[in-house]
Each structure stands twice: as structure tokens, then as C-alpha cells.
């Protein structure tokens, strides 16, 4: 009988490709992204759901029209700081649907601890020592035959122009 | 007293091109077997320097193929087999041996092993001398068989694959190569070391291979500083509207306290020229950099409306060369050392035990 | 690609941090349909995949500000979604209930499908999508970091270095889960092929 090697395994995933959603998903989900947000901030009082339309009413005026009410930009952009902050440090509420209880409730560190180095991009520059777990897992899969190397594509990458 | 009549002079005639068409084929016949007879000495006279590279990762053991370049052990492979996995043996003359690493550089796509043992050594050529079509021999170790012969040509020299660049020209080479192949040496006809073979295309139909003169490069940083040194300008380069003077690289962007930026390279500049590189297109960028080391003086040639400029760049370290990823395992990867460090890290060849 | 590669989404990115917010809803609509590939391929449900998918921009909303383009906003928006999906499926334990769509017409154009059912090797149209709902079934079987490699490479198509960054690990690591996983997924399929249950 025929073994799938793997270019038939990585053919059959490539087909995955195109398992779709209902036809309509895409158009709906920024709707209901939309209205997931306002949910939201229904769910704040109210005072600070007014702080927050004054934010972003004062981030939709031009500076000209701003320099006569200098107090009042002055105040009301402090208050908008301070509610930016609370709402960016509140824990994340996970709406997952209701067969399942929700899971998501730890945030996921994204742009803030991103470690590569501005500007470039480029793959790091790498030196080893052996890693400890290499004893201990050759042993366990002794029995298998070993990967023979060979990759489908260069690991020599450079995203960008810089230079 | 006339010379040959008609009917004779015929005889004569066909007698002449039977006679040439026959030296043609006993030529190409020649030069056919010529070919073979070359391709067997390389092989016979190279596989004594090729060998057999074992290691461990995360999941299993793994093989591929190394080469020896100097008579003290040391030996090139791709980054693939000898970058990322410990406990390397090397086979060589019937024999084991463990061997450490030296070096290991994803940017160039090489790795460099060490064994304590006198070896014999592939002689280093150029891949710049060759063209496509040029023909040329990898040895390798196919899956688990022994040092096998392969013959092909250049077929090209790509900058980029499937839409991704590679930090520096690679080789793509029409030659059939195997999993475990990963590391061969690619060598000219005068059996000199042109490239290190590190992936297949598609149906392992071809192969890319790096060309030497990257690891070359890599290694000479070693030498001089215990570990790769990438160069960097501190400028980011795109396509010019129109030519000028021959070349579409455009400074877009010369960042803020950078090298360039301290050599007086303006956004809008022209670049003609890095080093000892001619540009034409923004991504001809990507070799001039990739063989530029940090603390160089790099000569570089721009455009400024019509003024033909040269600035003296002191190039940095690259920032790339200090990010490290973690293992699977939430080890990291240690860091290229210490800028201060010039003498090259002794790596323990014996794994850690586990806690 | 004859472009210089700075981020094509940096225009986007810094007129949703100046308060456009038409700016951001043009980020969720192009990355919803990628994002929904990736996300559905390692929790293989509909229901999961939506709210998932509305979880992840709801965070990149709120953590855009903070976004200082050291990386790609690309690798940035993949990273929150396999780190979240990473999460939800780890805190909910091994699912089985797989959800199977149809596989859409486009598939027809698809070159590879072409050769798949053109080629010598056993597969029929019948077969194939047999084949592709044990494949299914085989890939909820592997361990969730296994399946994100996988899901990432094979049918998101995306390169080692940018696999590695998303998921901060090496790309040695990257490899070897990809090779590891291939092969429990070959043994999960002979298995299929020599004993069809139907």
C-alpha cells in the first residue's frame, strides 16, 4: 500500500486552505466587531462613557478651534488620559460561546515586550550550547530513524532593505 | 601534370569528410568520457574531506554532511544540520569522533564544527568565476548511504525564492540532491569548494547552495573576533522612480545616529556603490551589506543631484546580532558574545545533564 | 516584489493610533480572512474560531497605542492570535468535536487539488475528502504547539523566520516540531489507510 510521504501530507494541509466560514462571515464580523464594542461600553458608568466621547470628540476637533477653550481641552485631555489608562489595564473578559466556560484570561503580552531590535528585522545571529533536553530525548526516541536533513527552503532571510 | 581530376578530386572529398566527421565523434566521444573521467577524479580526490555529520535536537537525531577546509578539523556545514543541535559526532575514514561547535550563523545559512584530528581539507575556490551552465560535483551523504558522487550545472544566481530574499546571491544549482545532503560541498571542475549545498527545490530536482565566499566571510569574523560581526549602515534602501546613472537604489531612509547618518548620506541620495559592490537595484543592497563587518570603513558611492559623492562609513554592529529567541525548552539561545571578547568560546562538546 | 519592504500596514496602524478608527476597521477587514484560517486549523470549530477571532482584535485594539513597529504589524497581530488561540485550547483540554465545512468551489482552481486528483497515486474524489476529514481528525491529535507550527507552514504558508518570531522560538525548533509532526500525522493516516473505518 502507498505511504504518505511528507508532500502528500503537506499537500492535503495546503488544501485546508480553502475550508471557508458560512458564505457572509467576513462581511458580518466587522459589524459584529462593532457592536461587541459598544456592548462594552455599555457596560462602563456612565461618567466615564461621557469622558470617553469627549476624548474622542477632542481628538476629532482641529487645533484651532481648540486654542479658544484652552481650560477645558486642558481638563478634559487629563481625564481622557486617565481613563485610556484604566481601560487599557483591564484584565481581558473572554466571550466565548456558551458551551464552554470562558478560558481567556490572561493577557498576552504583545507590542511593549517585543524584544527585536528597531529598526531591521532580520533573523537573529545566533550561537548555541547544547541544549540540556538532548540526552534525555535521543533516548527516548532512539528506536526512530533519524531526521535526515534537507530543507525545502534557504534559512538565509532578509525581510527588508536596510541595510 | 593537372591535379587531381574531377571523379578523383570527389573520392577525395567524401574520403576528407568521412575522416572529420569520424574525428568529431571520436572528439566528442572524448570529451565525453573526459567529463566522466573528471567528474570520478574530483569525487575520488574530495570524499576523503567529506564526511558524515550526527547530531541531536529537541525531537530525534539528525544527519547531514560536513566538509573539512583546513588541516586542523575544522569543517563547514549548513546551519540547518550543525546550527541548532548538539552532541555532534562526525564519520570520517571508518571512524567516530565527537566534534563541538565553532560558529553557527543563520544570516549566511552555515555552521562551523571542529574535531581534534589531522584532516585533509578542500581547497577553497570562487564562486564568483562561475556562469550559468558552468557544470559542478557535490558529494554528499543521501539518508543513511555512503559518500555519493553528483554531477549538474548552475542554473542560476537567485536573490530571492518563493518571494523572500536571502540575505546574500545564492546558487541554484541543477543537481539532484537527497535528505541528509544538507551541508555537501559544491565544487568546480577543478575541484575547489564554490558553495555548501542547503536546500532542495522543489522534488529535489535542484538545490540552492550558499556560496563560499559567505562562509569565508563568516569564518575570517571568527578568526579575528570569536564570532560573526555583521555590519551595519543604518539606512533603508527603495526603488527609484528613474534610473540614475545606472541605478534605481534610492536612500529612502537614513535612520538617526547611524553610521550614515554621521557620514553625511541624505535620504534621496543615489547609491552607485557599497564597498565593492556595484548597485543597480535596491536589493543588490542585500550582498553589499551581508559582507560588510562591523568596525569596517566602507567606501560608499552615491548621487546627489548631479554630484557623483563618496562617504567613508565606519559600519556598526548589525542590532539583528542581538536578539536572541528561546529554545523549545524556555532556555534562550545565548547571545553572540560580548563585544570586549575576542578569544572564541570553548563549547562543552558533552550535553548537560538535566536537573 | 519590487517594493522596498518597510510595513505595508504602518499607514493604518498610525492613523488608528492618532484615534481613526476607520483605520483599525480596515486592518480587521484585511486580516480577518487569514487570521480565520490560522485560528480555525488549530481549534477546527466555527463557534471558537468567531469568538477567538473577536478576542484578538478586541486586544489589538486596546493594545495598538502601545505598538511601536519593531516589528512588522503583520507578525505582531499572528502573534497575539496564535498566543491566544495557544491559550484557549490549552486551558480547555483536548477537544474532539470537529466542525466540518465545506469545502469551498475555489478549491477547483486550486493547482495542487489538480494534481492530487490527477495523480497516479491512489486518491479518488471520493477518497479525498475522506482523506481530508481523517486529516482533520489527525490534527486535533497533535499537541497544540505541534498543530500551530503546522497550521502556520503547511496551510498558512508562511516562512520559518516568521514562525520562529511569532512563536519566540528558534527556527531549529520550529523544524523539528514541523518534522515531528509530519510524521505523527503520515502514521495517523497509514493507519487510516490500512484499517478504513467507516
Not at chain 2, 529537541?58 to 588541516?71: A, L, M, N, V
Request: proline fraction near 7%; charged fraction near 25%.
Amino acid at each position: 500500500m502507498d505511504e504518505f510521504d511528507d508532500r502528500e501530507i503537506a499537500r492535503l494541509l495546503r488544501l485546508k486552505r480553502y475550508e471557508q466560514p458560512p458564505p457572509g462571515y467576513f462581511e458580518n464580523f466587522l459589524h459584529e466587531f462593532h457592536r461587541r464594542q459598544r456592548d462594552e461600553l455599555l457596560r462602563q458608568p456612565i461618567w466615564r462613557m461621557c469622558l470617553e466621547r469627549a476624548h474622542a470628540f477632542m481628538l476629532g476637533l482641529d487645533v484651532r478651534s481648540l486654542t479658544s477653550y484652552p481650560a477645558a481641552v486642558a481638563a478634559v485631555l487629563v481625564c481622557a488620559a486617565v481613563i485610556s489608562l484604566k481601560i487599557y489595564q483591564q484584565p481581558e473578559t473572554a466571550r466565548v460561546a456558551l458551551q464552554s466556560p470562558p478560558a481567556i484570561s490572561t493577557p498576552v503580552s504583545a507590542g511593549e515586550e517585543w524584544n527585536l531590535a528597531s529598526p531591521p528585522v532580520a533573523p537573529p545571529i545566533l550561537r548555541m550550547q547544547p541544549v540540556r533536553s538532548f540526552h534525555e530525548s535521543a533516548q527516548t526516541h532512539r528506536a526512530a530513524p533519524p531526521r535526515y536533513v534537507l530543507d525545502s527552503v534557504p534559512v538565509s532571510y532578509e525581510p527588508t532593505f536596510r541595510f | 601534370m593537372s591535379p587531381l581530376s574531377g571523379s578523383k578530386r570527389s573520392v577525395a572529398a567524401l574520403a576528407l569528410t568521412f575522416l572529420s566527421g569520424g574525428s568529431l565523434l571520436f572528439a566528442q566521444e572524448q570529451s565525453a568520457t573526459a567529463i566522466s573521467h573528471q567528474v570520478k577524479e574530483i569525487f575520488e580526490r574530495c570524499s576523503k574531506a567529506v564526511v558524515k555529520i550526527h547530531g541531536v535536537d529537541e525531537h530525534s537525531e539528525i544527519c547531514g554532511t560536513g566538509f573539512f577546509i583546513d588541516p586542523t578539523g575544522t569543517l563547514y556545514t549548513a546551519y540547518t544540520v550543525g546550527g541548532e543541535a548538539g552532541n555532534f559526532t562526525i564519520e570520517f575514514g571508518g571512524k567516530k569522533y565527537p566534534a563541538r561547535q565553532l560558529l553557527a550563523d543563520i544570516r549566511s545559512g552555515t555552521a562551523m564544527l571542529k574535531i581534534d584530528e589531522t584532516t585533509p581539507a578542500l581547497p577553497i575556490g570562487k564562486s564568483e568565476e562561475l556562469e550559468v551552465a558552468a557544470p559542478v560535483v557535490a558529494v554528499g551523504y543521501p539518508l543513511d548511504l555512503p559518500e555519493t558522487p553528483n554531477f549538474g550545472m548552475i542554473a542560476g544566481f537567485d536573490q530571492k525564492y518563493l518571494g523572500r530574499y536571502f540575505s546574500m546571491t545564492h546558487l541554484r544549482v541543477n543537481l539532484p540532491t537527497q535528505r541528509g545532503e544538507a551541508g555537501a560541498p559544491l565544487l568546480n571542475m577543478k575541484g575547489e569548494v564554490v558553495g555548501i549545498v542547503v536546500s532542495s527545490l522543489e522534488n529535489n530536482s535542484a538545490c540552492y547552495a550558499v556560496p563560499i565566499e559567505a562562509a569565508e566571510k563568516i569564518r575570517s569574523d571568527f578568526v579575528r573576533f570569536g564570532e560573526a560581526r555583521h555590519g551595519w549602515i543604518g539606512g533603508n534602501v527603495s526603488k527609484a522612480p528613474e534610473p540614475v546613472d545606472g541605478s534605481r537604489a534610492e536612500m529612502m531612509q537614513v535612520m538617526e545616529d547611524t553610521p550614515a547618518a554621521r557620514a553625511g548620506i541624505k535620504p534621496g541620495d543615489i547609491l552607485l556603490q557599497v564597498g565593492r559592490k556595484k548597485v543597480a537595484q535596491p536589493e543588490d543592497v542585500l550582498d553589499a551589506s551581508f559582507f560588510i563587518t562591523a568596525g569596517d570603513n566602507v567606501p560608499i558611492t552615491v548621487m546627489r543631484g548631479n554630484q557623483k559623492l563618496t562617504f567613508h562609513v565606519q559600519a556598526e554592529l548589525h542590532p539583528a546580532s542581538k536578539n536572541v529567541p528561546m529554545l523549545s525548552d524556555g532556555t534562550r539561545v545565548p547571545a553572540a558574545a560580548d563585544a570586549n571578547r575576542s578569544i572564541p568560546l570553548k563549547l562543552e562538546s558533552a550535553a548537560q545533564t538535566t536537573p | 516584489m519590487d517594493q522596498p519592504r518597510t510595513d505595508p500596514d504602518q499607514e493604518l496602524v498610525k492613523r488608528t493610533q492618532a484615534g481613526d478608527a476607520a483605520a483599525f476597521d480596515e486592518l480587521v477587514i484585511k486580516y480577518t480572512p487569514r487570521l480565520y484560517g490560522l485560528v480555525y486549523n488549530m481549534t477546527s470549530n466555527h463557534e471558537d474560531t468567531n469568538d477567538l477571532l473577536q478576542d484578538i482584535f478586541a486586544k489589538a485594539y486596546k493594545a495598538i497605542r502601545g505598538f511601536q513597529g519593531k516589528s512588522s504589524f503583520y507578525t505582531w497581530i499572528h502573534s497575539i492570535a496564535v498566543n491566544m488561540t495557544l491559550n484557549f485550547l490549552k486551558k480547555r483540554g483536548r477537544r474532539f468535536q470537529l466542525s466540518l465545512d465545506d469545502v469551498d468551489a475555489s478549491i477547483q482552481n486550486d493547482r495542487e487539488f489538480m494534481e492530487a486528483t490527477a495523480t497516479s497515486s491512489p486518491v479518488r474524489e471520493a477518497d479525498l475528502s475522506e482523506l481530508q476529514r481523517r486529516l482533520n481528525e489527525a490534527m486535533m491529535k497533535l499537541s497544540e504547539d505541534h498543530r500551530a507550527v503546522v497550521t502556520m507552514f503547511h496551510i498558512q504558508g508562511m516562512p520559518h523566520a516568521e514562525i520562529s518570531k511569532i512563536l519566540r522560538v528558534s527556527e531549529g525548533t520550529v523544524r523539528s516540531r514541523l518534522f515531528y509532526a509530519n510524521r505523527q500525522l503520515q502514521n495517523y493516516l497509514d493507519e487510516f489507510r490500512k484499517n478504513p473505518v467507516s
